[in-house]
């Protein structure tokens, strides 16, 4: 099973999130909102957005690269999380 299946209900829920905040970019433009509200609003959705993507690339890297059980001479795990580190900071 991979990690997207067992992960599916957390990572739809994030999905519809951003589904919702991306309506709400939508609604302020058709609205005619101020610059500064849509631009919060697109701030927000792309954080939401790179938030999501770091999830999904922490849970490859977690079972895919360094799961000692499926892969016996997987990467050093400590490597792995120094990557992951600096994939979350960048994806910020």
């Known amino acids: 099973m991979t990690h ?3 992960e599916k209900q957390k990572l739809l829920a994030r ?3 951003l589904r919702g905040q991306i309506l709400a970019i939508e609604r302020a433009l058709e609205g005619e909102a101020r610059c500064e509200q849509v631009m919060h609003l697109i701030a927000g959705a792309r954080g939401a957005m790179a938030g999501l993507m770091a999830e999904v690339v ?3 890297v977690r079972t895919h690269l360094v799961d000692a059980e499926q892969h016996p001479g ?4 400590e490597a792995a999380e120094q990557l992951l580190d600096v994939v979350r ?3 910020k």
Not at 74 to 77: E, H, I
């Open 58 to 60: 922490e849970d490859h």
């Open 89 to 91: 900071t960048y994806l």
């Open 74 to 77: 997987a990467l050093n795990t």
């Open 4 to 6: 997207t299946i067992r």
């Open 15 to 17: 999905v519809r999130r």
